[in-house]
């Protein structure tokens, strides 16, 4: 912890205090090896702390690396000012941050809808200020800290359904196809969001593959889905914490097992609607296929009979 702690303003103290969620934060200097969990007074004495709780997201941060950041932050934002901003004076670079009225969970037991909302309402904060692309949302500048430069700049929270409508008439709203690039799947909340889908998918398809309904079943897919949440969370630049994996994977499971058809129907009945499903698809198939056909053939009579001509 660093050694140059004075008390931060009044103001700023009690109403950021009032935003920040952790109650047992990750914490660190300038030295990220010495990053760990500290108590909240202690984590408040260090430069940088962890931005939100592991089952919640309060706070959405964009790093912004740039000489001229806080204008950056402030420039064009109407409806939409950061509550804060966390400067640095050395070089001018900057932590801004959205605080929302409710939070999102992100556990086990979380909607996927508002987290999908949440990760693309942070996308289009993130383009509003040129924000770093590569920057994960783990850890932020330390308002309280003496080494930056720290003010509150609106003290009213925001509902993500303002933020993004506020975004959306800025023009800075990624479009819904972003979330299938590169980019969205494999940084911050995205990685989620990625991990969630693709592991639900190979679980969907090993759900057919199991002789029936039982407590062994339901074990077996549980440790399935368990080990291919963690084998895909290691393909990530920046892989998400075990805890937040063991989430997604209790979610998928539980998910299977209580609401999914493919579960309550059986295993007969799922294989039906598989063979089902795929004769429509091949008959589909066909049908282009020959279609595609009589259409070629058609052009090449043509261009026939306009030789012969």
Not at 156 to 181: F, H, I, K, N, V
Not at 287 to 297: C, I, Q
Request: glycine share 4%; net charge positive; proline share 6%.
């Amino acid at each position: 912890m660093s050694d140059e702690y004075s008390q931060p303003t009044l103001e700023l103290s009690r109403t950021f205090e009032g935003w920040w969620l952790p109650r047992r934060p990750l914490c660190c200097d300038d030295n990220y090896a010495a990053l760990r969990r500290r108590s909240r007074a202690d984590a408040l004495r260090c430069k940088h702390i962890e931005a939100n709780p592991s089952a919640l997201v309060n706070t959405i941060v964009v790093d912004i690396d740039d000489a001229n950041a806080k204008a950056m932050a402030l420039w064009g934002h109407r409806g939409m000012l950061p509550n804060w901003i966390a400067e640095n004076p050395a070089n001018g670079h900057a932590h801004a941050g959205w605080v929302l009225t409710y939070p999102v969970p992100r556990t086990d037991m979380a909607r996927l809808r508002p987290l999908k909302l949440l990760h693309a309402a942070t996308e289009g904060l993130r383009r509003s200020c040129d924000g770093d692309m590569g920057y994960a949302g783990l850890l932020m500048k330390n308002p309280e800290h003496p080494a930056w430069a720290s003010e509150i700049v609106e003290h009213d929270t925001y509902d993500l359904d303002d933020l993004r409508a506020a975004l959306e008439d800025a023009g800075d709203m990624p479009p819904a196809s972003w979330r299938r690039t590169k980019r969205a799947q494999t940084v911050g909340l995205g990685r989620n969001c990625a991990l969630f889908d693709k592991a639900r998918t190979l679980a969907y398809r090993y759900v057919r593959r199991l002789p029936d309904r039982s407590e062994a079943s339901s074990e077996e897919l549980r440790l399935y889905v368990r080990r291919t949440c963690h084998e895909l969370n290691t393909e990530f630049p920046a892989p998400l914490p075990a805890r937040e994996v063991e989430d997604i994977a209790k979610s998928i499971h539980k998910w299977i097992i209580t609401r999914s058809c493919m579960w309550r129907d059986g295993a007969i009945a799922n294989a039906a609607t598989f063979i089902t499903i795929q004769s429509a698809r091949g008959k589909k198939s066909g049908e282009a296929r020959l279609t595609k056909r009589t259409e070629m053939l058609a052009r090449y009579e043509q261009e026939v009979l306009e030789k012969c001509r």
